[in-house]
């Protein structure tokens, strides 16, 4: 393909070298005739491993070309890969000027040049960027129609500054966000010579995964140095916590724990985070990370209640009342929390739970539902049709199969979603707690 990367900085030159590796056609677009000049020698701007023997062969193998930005000649692009820059200001905001300016450009280009050509958005932007305003400037700066006469896309890098030519070579995926086949099949042909699976989704999701990525990233830098302080001031060894935390690929590095949900609990949670940062202060040491993860799933409850609070309800069906579907065990279960809140608010409770059966309580696990639901067997049903039918709203906190076929059976009640069944997303009535 005849593509042109737009900046020429750490992203946009290795997106420019790699795509003309593989066989693309590339010219490397830049407003700095300095950066130009490097590429043009077969030089890389920026220090990174790697890439200068990379340039110097698709420079000399006339593969890549560097143009000063509204000064060089471009040739007609059926793609256009925009690498530029989006700083913060001094807010924290994000700073989209250097995107918009290559839209605009690109907008004119397009006006004048082949139909069908297709703009990838490669630089980081808030979810929202691509569809909301940089489709409208493309299609007012052109006067053409998106999805029309030409394609956007917006395909997030992945790369680290000292691997990125590694990184770029090999990534965990190719994420292809279009509103449009087409153009994500263009796309994934731009893209064809890496062998990553291919995620295609919208818009707004591609742009938006870049930034759980990042800050992913960033979380487990913070809990990995919290938790190696902490190790350090008890006595432990932190490497070697941290080392035998990190062979676990089955709950620590997986995807277990990282799907929406609803609030944690459970006996074990709350009270080791609880136990971690008193013995932290007792120690003087801050660890505001690991300090603020019990105050977040407050916040989190604190939304669900809210969600059912706004249907003004009388009456509430709960389809489980433990901490998770499979256990009795209702210890810092955030549906007792939420049970607590509507009782207080005066609002009838109806309450299902196949796991749950009063008289087999014991322990601590007793000790702690007497003091919070003391008349919990009032509230329970035998079967979840009874909790559905008559309730206003019908909160979900159950996978229980027998609870979703009762929600299906054509309730007109509100359905507050906070377990995430996809047979259920699309029905009018149902709102989900972090979808």
Known sequence: MRVGVYGLGYVGSVTASLLAEAGHAVWGIDIDPGKVAKVGAGQAPVVEPGLDDILTKVVGEGRLQAVVAGRDEIPDLEVHVVCVGTPSLTNGSLDTGHVVAVAGDIGV??????????????????????????????????????????????????????????????????????????????????????????????????????????????????FANEIGRFARSTGADSRRVMEVFCSDDQLNISSAYLRPGFAFGGSCLPKDLRAVVHRARSLDLDLPLLSSVLPSNEQHLRHAIGLVLEHAPRSVGLLGLSFKTGTDDLRESPYVMLTEALLGKGIGVRIWDPDLQTDRLIGGNLSFIEQRLPHLARLLRPLPEAVVAGSDVVVLGSDDPRARTALLSGSDAAIIDLVGHRDLALAPNVVGVAW
Request: proline residues 5%; aromatic residues 8%.
């Open 109 to 222: 280009r397009l006006a004048h040049g082949p139909r069908r050509q297709v703009i990838v958005f490669r630089s980081t932007m808030l979810p929202g960027t691509a569809d909301v305003q940089l489709v409208g400037l493309l299609e007012t700066s052109s006067g053409l129609v998106a999805g029309q006469d030409f394609g956007v896309a917006v395909c997030p890098e992945f790369m680290r500054e000292t691997t990125a030519v590694a990184d770029f070579n090999d990534p965990p995926f190719t994420v292809i966000g279009a509103d449009d086949d087409w153009v994500s099949d263009v796309v994934a042909e731009l893209f064809a010579f890496l062998h990553a699976p291919i995620r295609r989704v919208d818009l707004a999701t591609a742009e938006t995964i870049k930034y759980a990525c990042n800050a992913f990233h960033a979380v487990k830098v913070a």
